[in-house]
C-alpha cells in the first residue's frame, strides 16, 4: 500500500499508471480492430473477439490492483450471490464519476462477463476509437430523430434494427451491457439545473435503456440494478482516488426479472412509454432510499446533497 505516501507525489505517478495502462491495452486492441476490417471472416473475428475480451480483463486487473496499490481502499460488495459468467446482463447503475467505469468493471471480472458499452454509430469512423471499441465488440446504435423520421418514414424502425444487427455476435457468448442511465456524472449543479426530485441522484433517462431492451430483448437472463458509493469521498472521488484518498467502495447489485413489463415499443408506444418511465423512476427511488438508509447507518452525519462528484 502506498496510501502513506502524500497524496501530491502520488497524483501524478498514478495518473501516469492508469493512462499507460489505457494507453498499452489501446494499442494491443487497435489492431485487431484493423484486422476484423480486412479479414471479414466469423471464424477471424471470434478469434479476435476472444482476443479483445482477454485484453479487456487485463486492462481490468491493472486497473483493480493500481487502485488497491495507491489507497487503503475496503469493498464492500452485497447482493451478487445469484450471478454468474454464463448468463447475459444488462447492467444499469448511478453515476457518480469515470472511477466508476473501473469499479464496475471489477465487479464484474469474477462474477459476469465483462461490461460491453452501447457506443453511437458515427464513432466507429473515428481513428483508432472506432476500430479499437469495434475489436472489443462493442455495440453501436444508431438512432434517428423525430424530424428525420418525419422526412422519412421508411426508416422508422431502422435504428432497432441496426442495433439489433449490431448485437447478434452475442447471440453466442454471454455479454453483459451496461449503461449508465442518468446520462452524466451527478453533481450539485446539475440536479439543480434538472431540478432532480433525488437526494442523492439525478433523474434516470429512459430512452436509452428502452432502446436496448427493445433491440436484444429477452436475450438477457436480467437486469442488474447497480447502487454505486463512496461513503468516505464525498467531495471529488477520482482526484481522491488517485491521491490516495480512496477509502471505501461499496457496490450493491439487485437482480431484476426482463419480461413483458420492460420490452415494449418506447418511442412509438405511448401506454408502453408511460409505464416504463414509472418502473424506472421507481427503481430510481428505491435506489436513493438505499443510499439515505446507507448514509443513515454511518456514525457521521451526512449532509444533505453532498454526495455527488463536484
Given at each position: 500500500m502506498l496510501s502513506f505516501l502524500p497524496g501530491v507525489l502520488l497524483l501524478p505517478l498514478s495518473f501516469s499508471l492508469f493512462a499507460l495502462n489505457l494507453?498499452?491495452?489501446g494499442i494491443l486492441v487497435t489492431p485487431l480492430g484493423l484486422l476484423k476490417l480486412l479479414l471479414p471472416f466469423a471464424t477471424v473475428h471470434r478469434l479476435i473477439a476472444a482476443i479483445g475480451r482477454r485484453c479487456y480483463r487485463g486492462w481490468t486487473a491493472v486497473n483493480t490492483f493500481l487502485i488497491n496499490i495507491f489507497n487503503n481502499v475496503e469493498w464492500q460488495i452485497s447482493g451478487a450471490q445469484t450471478l454468474d459468467k454464463d448468463s447475459w446482463y444488462l447492467l444499469i447503475a448511478n453515476h457518480k464519476s469515470w472511477v466508476d467505469i473501473p469499479v464496475v468493471s471489477t465487479?464484474?471480472?469474477?462474477?459476469?462477463?465483462?461490461p460491453k458499452f452501447f457506443l453511437k454509430d458515427q464513432l466507429k469512423w473515428v481513428p483508432f476509437l472506432g476500430t479499437g471499441c469495434w475489436a472489443l465488440d462493442m455495440p453501436y446504435m444508431k438512432r434517428y430523430s423525430a424530424a428525420?423520421?418525419?422526412?422519412?418514414?421508411?426508416?422508422?424502425?431502422?435504428?432497432?434494427?441496426?442495433?439489433r444487427k449490431s448485437c447478434e455476435k452475442?447471440?453466442?457468448t454471454p455479454t453483459t451491457i451496461i449503461n449508465f442511465v442518468e446520462g452524466s456524472r451527478c453533481t450539485k449543479q446539475k440536479q439543480q439545473q434538472r431540478h432532480s426530485p433525488f437526494v442523492h441522484l439525478l433523474p434516470p433517462k429512459a430512452g436509452g435503456i428502452a432502446f436496448t431492451l427493445a433491440s436484444m430483448g429477452e436475450q438477457f437472463n436480467a437486469i442488474?440494478?447497480?447502487?454505486?458509493?463512496?461513503?468516505?469521498n464525498q467531495g471529488h472521488v477520482a482526484l481522491d482516488m488517485l491521491m490516495g484518498r480512496?477509502?471505501?467502495?461499496?457496490?450493491?447489485?439487485e437482480v431484476l426479472a426482463v419480461n413483458e413489463a420492460v420490452i415494449g415499443d418506447y418511442f412509438n408506444d405511448a401506454v408502453f412509454r408511460e409505464r416504463f418511465q414509472q418502473w424506472l423512476n421507481q427503481r430510481w427511488q428505491?435506489?436513493?432510499?438505499?443510499i439515505s438508509q446507507y448514509y443513515q447507518q454511518q456514525t457521521q452525519p451526512v449532509l444533505t446533497n453532498q454526495h455527488c462528484e463536484n
Open positions: 494507453a498499452f491495452w465487479f464484474a471480472y469474477p462474477l459476469i462477463p465483462e428525420t423520421l418525419a422526412k422519412k418514414p421508411h426508416l422508422k424502425g431502422k435504428d432497432i434494427e441496426t442495433t452475442f447471440l453466442h442488474l440494478d447497480i447502487t454505486l458509493i463512496y461513503p468516505e480512496l477509502t471505501k467502495v461499496v457496490i450493491h447489485a428505491l435506489k436513493d432510499a438505499y
